[in-house]
């Protein structure tokens, strides 16, 4: 019968789990050393238990020696990808390079000046390029009138709010209109005499008769 796989996870007992660790450890370090004797490799293993307690196995010399081995192996690769990511840059600048040649009409670096063929396709690059950066200004500008739509539509909002709360405070009759400009000042809207006349109309006419009458001397 062919055997179901195993899930591995964490032994909950602590005394099966210590049992499970020196067992699986005993075993690890033994097929270290016949790896080591077989295939004349040098191995090192460093295990550290759950209480903290280290265990470590050098086949070939002391595990000093091996981590020294691994320092100056990881550095010599560390120092190889350097090398290649230079190598990539200069290549890189010199692709750049020969572009700002085509660019301005002058070819590569010791190929001369650039043929016809070479100064339309050059052209019809430039073309492409100026289409796209056309689009790309189109799109901003148009973010922007929207963004300025916007804002526009939060002051006359804010404008409006504000007037509510003025009637509110002050009454229709007892204080001039007043408009909330952009800039968040407030500007006082003229007043016609006929505008007062009709807010205080028995006021008014009591003045007119006072002024008009016999005690001042006109008819």
Not at 31 to 42: H, N, Y
Not at 79 to 108: A, C, M, P, T, Y
Not at 172 to 198: C, K, R
């Amino acid at each position: 019968m062919v055997r179901g796989k195993v899930q591995l996870r964490r032994v909950e007992n602590p005394v099966h789990r210590q049992v499970t660790f020196c067992k699986r450890r005993a075993g690890l370090l033994k097929k270290a050393r016949e790896l080591s004797v077989l295939c004349d490799a040098d191995i090192g293993i460093m295990i550290f238990s759950a209480h903290g307690k280290l265990y470590e196995l050098a086949t070939k010399g002391t595990m000093e020696s091996l981590i020294k081995r691994y320092k100056m192996s990881s550095e010599e690769s560390q120092n190889h990808d350097s090398e290649r990511e230079i190598f990539r840059l200069k290549q890189e600048i010199n692709v750049l390079q020969n572009s700002l040649g085509h660019l301005f009409g002058e070819g590569s670096p010791g190929h001369g000046q650039m043929n016809l063929d070479e100064l339309y396709i050059l052209e019809r690059h430039l073309e492409i390029w100026m289409d796209h950066i056309r689009t790309m200004k189109t799109q901003i500008m148009l973010q922007e009138i929207e963004s300025l739509k916007n804002k526009g539509g939060i002051l006359k909002a804010t404008n409006e709010f504000l007037q509510e709360k003025i009637v509110e405070q002050n009454g229709l009759n007892d204080v001039a209109p007043m408009m909330v400009q952009p800039n968040g000042h407030f500007e006082m809207s003229p007043i016609t005499v006929a505008d007062y006349m009709n807010a205080y109309p028995l006021t008014i006419q009591d003045q007119f008769n006072n002024f008009w009458g016999p005690e001042t001397g006109f008819s």
